[in-house]
């Protein structure tokens, strides 16, 4: 599948307010097209696809920056929400079904978390992969050689340094054993929530497989779940046409 397909779907997939915040693929490739083939570019011309380029990644930037510090504190937030509800049980406030209803729905908030974070984890790397097709596209038609030196770049990035992110995201899953029901019909309910955030963690992550797959020379991506994308890739291999 070609990279635009993925990322086409990728932005469908995502939370509306999102859909404007991706690399606009199509933009720069009509910039890329409109640079005459087998003809260096001027100065001024590659001075000007440089500032496209990097107004796309300050706009990245700044979006991906906003999310991570509204992790942050939702993060904070559910602690102290499970901290209480614990708190309220041990004092004995709260009957056992009580107890039971108010750390389900924490529970589902978590999943619902956890799932808007992955999407941020695979918002980082779709838009890495992006920016590295588009700028193998211009060199190839240029004859530039700007992909090494604006993806070197890119690596120091605040869009595409996701640990902060990523060790959110293993906390939250500790969060979840925090509120595993301890009554037997809680747990089918708990295990079902468990499942659909794997679900959702494979179909998410899928794209970016997808993405990867449709690169003819793909970059080493040293994202924190790139080892998980491989191990995904080896278990279900997708078909790249």
């Known amino acids: 599948m070609k990279f635009g397909k993925c990322l086409k779907r990728q932005i469908e997939q995502s939370l509306p307010e999102w859909r404007d915040q991706f690399l606009r693929y199509k933009e720069l490739k009509r910039c890329v097209n409109a640079v005459p083939g087998g003809c260096p570019p001027s100065a001024a011309e590659e001075a000007e696809f440089v500032a496209t380029l990097d107004a796309e990644i300050d706009k990245i930037n700044a979006f991906f920056l906003e999310q991570e510090e509204e992790f942050i504190i939702h993060h904070r937030e559910l602690e102290e929400d499970i901290s209480r509800a614990l708190g309220r049980r041990a004092a004995g406030l709260v009957t056992p079904g ?109 794209n970016t497989v997808e993405a990867l797959l449709a690169m003819e020379d793909r970059p080493p991506l040293d994202l924190p779940d790139s080892d998980w994308l491989r191990s995904f890739q080896m278990a279900s291999p997708i078909p790249t046409q």
Do not use: W
């Open 98 to 206: 009580q107890h039971e209803a108010a750390v389900a729905a924490i529970r589902r908030e978590i999943v619902d978390f956890h799932g808007v974070m992955v999407l941020l984890l695979n918002y980082s790397s779709i838009n890495y992969i992006g920016l590295a097709k588009i700028l193998k596209k211009y060199d190839k038609r240029s004859g530039a050689v700007l992909r090494r030196p604006v993806l070197e770049a890119v690596l120091e990035q605040p869009f595409f340094e996701t640990e902060t992110v990523s060790q959110l995201l293993r906390e939250c899953e500790a969060m979840m054993e925090a509120v595993f029901p301890e009554a037997p019909e809680g747990q089918a309910a708990a295990r079902r929530d468990r499942e659909a955030l794997a679900v959702a963690e494979q179909s998410i992550f899928r």
